[in-house]
């Protein structure tokens, strides 16, 4: 089995984070740590961690950071975690949710950070399409037409359009990202620890970047 790595996965909505992620972490074996579908699960059981994140998700803004940071640490200090590693989906999101993390993963420090660049026209297309699975988080793209919601064929679970993918949303998410996500990248990049990876080409060949890429980080860590 390949050994585990820790990796930070940065990119606009509808980059194609989700699907890579998924796919890497079959490829490493560790677990997908997805803030958005940790958050969505929380709403939908309804949990205090639900009520709070609900409305704020749906307006498409940011849930605050001392929340954000405590959910992920507590999420990293779990077994298969502390063993494996993980791929970071979502957080950090802050240049405060950055430093925090890098407190948090001071003793297994992360072997990447990587930034699937996607531009942003190409990517409120892809949104404006995009379906995703309630209970697994696997994403599809709507060709027009289909029953709703339809069947995952990953889980079994109902695939639905998310209830912040509306064009609103969408364009008050990427002028968040801009804002508040774009300095990460400034962020990390003075540190010399960021990879862009050009995520407009097909999936597999994203896919085959972003291994090559963080394969050549682990040699050199
Ligand atoms: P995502 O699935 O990553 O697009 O996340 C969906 C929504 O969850 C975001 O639009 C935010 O409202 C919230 N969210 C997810 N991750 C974070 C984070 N690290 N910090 C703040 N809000 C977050």
């Known amino acids: 089995m390949i050994s585990g790595v820790r990796l930070i996965i940065i990119g606009r909505q509808g980059a194609g ?8 972490s ?11 579908d940790m958050l969505r699960a929380a709403v939908r059981e309804d949990t205090e961690l639900g009520k709070q994140a609900e ?3 749906q307006a498409g803004q940011l849930v605050g950071d001392e929340i954000m940071i405590s959910l992920v640490a507590e999420r990293l200090e779990q077994d298969d975690a502390r063993s494996r590693g993980y791929i970071l989906d979502g957080f950090p999101r ?19 950070v990587l930034d699937i660049d996607v531009p942003r026209d ?4 892809r949104i404006s399409a995009r379906r995703t699975c309630r209970d697994c988080g696997a994403n599809y793209t709507a060709k027009g037409g289909e029953r709703s919601p339809w ?3 990953t889980c079994g679970g109902d695939v639905v359009q998310r209830a912040d993918d509306t064009p609103d949303a969408i364009n008050r998410r990427l002028d968040l990202y801009e804002s508040q996500t774009s300095p990460l990248l400034d962020y ?3 540190q010399g620890r960021l990879t862009v990876i050009d995520g407009s080409a097909s999936p597999d060949e994203v896919f085959a970047r972003l ?4 394969d050549a980080a682990r040699r050199r860590s």
Not at 100 to 107: M, N, P
Not at 122 to 125: A, E, G, P, R
């Open 17 to 24: 984070k989700g699907t890579q992620c998924l796919r890497m």
């Open 26 to 36: 079959r490829h490493y074996v560790v677990p997908h740590v997805s803030t958005g």
């Open 55 to 57: 409305q704020v998700i």
């Open 94 to 112: 802050t240049v405060v949710q950055a430093e925090a993390l890098d407190r948090i993963s001071v003793d297994r420090p992360i072997d990447a």
């Open 122 to 125: 190409m990517v409120i297309q």
């Open 151 to 153: 069947t995952c064929d």
């Open 188 to 190: 990390y990049d003075r």
């Open 211 to 214: 291994t090559a890429a963080i």
